[in-house]
């Protein structure tokens, strides 16, 4: 017997969508984060030297 979806199975989808949204979010910043720095410190390394 197939469960036919309820709304707060529809609720509970929307939510993790909308939290794996927010996790993508928070991903991409934080690599971008991890990348200036990284960028910053090479350009550091290129410019005064080790």
């Known amino acids: 017997m197939e ?13 993790a969508a909308q939290r794996r949204r927010a996790n993508l979010r928070l991903a991409l910043i934080l690599a971008s984060v991890a990348a200036a720095f990284a960028v910053g410190f090479a350009a550091k390394i290129v410019l005064l030297g080790p």
Do not use: G, L, V, W
Request: proline share 15%; glycine share 0%.
């Open 3 to 15: 469960h036919a979806m309820t709304p707060p199975d529809r609720d509970a989808e929307a939510r």
